[in-house]
């Protein structure tokens, strides 16, 4: 899994770290899942982005994987992935164009949420000579994008007399949500996740809709709504490497995360204070310290040190906190320290490389689906 040859000793901080071990066990116990509730598995790519990890998650059973952008389907169908579903609508003409070439080569899903989208995928199939295979996304309360439940079958029907589209299935991403509220009751937000989409598939498919797909599910809630009767696949992305956000949620220990980001201390101005040299360059900041549910204190868990918390970052400087503890531990400059970030999908993409950890090893492996936004 290497892009250069291996590395020995420690490298040149800030960069990601990911422990391969867990990584692999992460993607078992995702991988036996869906095998115990007789699901497909689609693995969200946007966490890692990186193709190799990708075979690993086919390897252990996934049918095929999941992305955001037609650039990072075009990325993986490079590297050999045959099984791709773009579960985002597509709108842009060339996107929808480039999505076209590339069903020629793969099985390639597409996701619609509009008329508008519908049609100009429409008529772009039927001007290239392709059939485009789509889903329907469903908004089941995060308010992102998707069409608004009620009007769902209507679209549907609407989308499934179209010539040069073949409707499958419905998905929809829903997150930790419960009765359209942030919830840490994962089992019952999974349940309901996978409840109301399985009903919704039950309804078009008595006005003649042949729905063969009802896809839901994220890291949190994918092992709850896998176990409802009618769910069909199920689509978690975080769960390869885990971080603190799914810690919080219950999901996995801290011991579980495959993913740090290992840091050197180049100040310390004062005894509560340190300041590392990873910033918001280096970490995500989507995932926000004291917001419900979670509730996180800081940026990230700063592994070894309990009451040491990032809670301050600007571009290329992190602040550390530190507790009594910490200041006890006699936090050095020059020392390197890791932290499990909040949030490593988008940690992930702020690195052009990441070091995968086996034993004493560092293999660098390019993310080669980095910054592919188009």
Avoid: W
């Amino acid at each position: 899994m290497t892009d250069s040859k291996p590395m020995s000793g420690m490298p040149e901080t800030p960069c990601v770290i990911i422990d391969a071990e867990r990584m692999n066990r992460n993607i078992q116990t995702m991988a036996e899942v869906a095998r115990k509730h007789n699901v497909r598995l689609r693995p969200h790519a946007k966490t890692h982005k990186i193709p190799d990890v990708a075979k690993l998650q086919l390897e252990a059973g996934a049918v095929g994987i999941t992305v955001a952008k037609v650039s990072e389907a075009e990325v993986m169908a490079e590297h050999g992935i045959a099984d791709i579903f773009i579960a985002y609508p597509l709108v842009a003409p060339g996107k929808i164009e480039r999505a076209a070439a590339l069903s020629r080569r793969i099985r390639l899903i597409l996701g619609v949420d509009s008329d508008e989208g519908a049609a100009r995928m429409n008529e772009t199939a039927g001007r290239l000579g392709v059939q485009l295979t789509v889903r329907l996304e469903i908004d089941t309360g995060l308010r992102r994008s998707g069409v608004p439940y009620d009007d769902a079958a209507a679209l549907a029907a609407r989308i499934h007399a179209l010539e040069h589209l073949k409707l499958t299935g419905i998905y929809t991403f829903r997150g930790a949500l419960l009765q359209q509220r942030p919830t840490l009751d994962l089992a019952d937000a999974g349940e309901e996740e996978g409840r109301i989409m399985v009903q919704l598939a039950e309804r078009m498919r008595a006005q003649g809709i042949p729905i063969a797909d009802v896809s839901v599910g994220s890291t949190p809630t994918g092992a709850y709504a896998a176990a409802v009767e009618g769910v069909t696949e199920i689509r978690p992305g975080t769960y390869v490497y885990q971080d603190r956000m799914q810690a919080r949620f219950g999901v996995c220990g801290l011991e579980d995360c495959a993913g740090s980001v290992l840091v050197t201390v180049v100040s310390r101005p004062s005894p509560d204070l340190a300041v590392i040299d990873g910033g918001s360059k280096t970490f995500a900041t989507d995932v926000q310290p004291n917001s419900a549910p979670l509730m996180l204190e800081g940026f990230g868990h700063v592994v070894g040190y309990e009451d040491a918390v990032l809670e301050r970052m600007s571009e290329e400087h992190g602040m550390l906190r530190l507790g009594p503890e910490a200041q006890r531990k006699g936090l050095k400059v020059g020392d390197r320290i890791s932290v499990i970030p909040n949030h490593i999908c988008s940690t992930v993409n702020l690195h052009n490389r990441v070091l995968f950890r086996q034993g004493d090893v560092l293999e660098p492996k390019r993310v080669a689906g980095r910054g592919m936004l188009e």
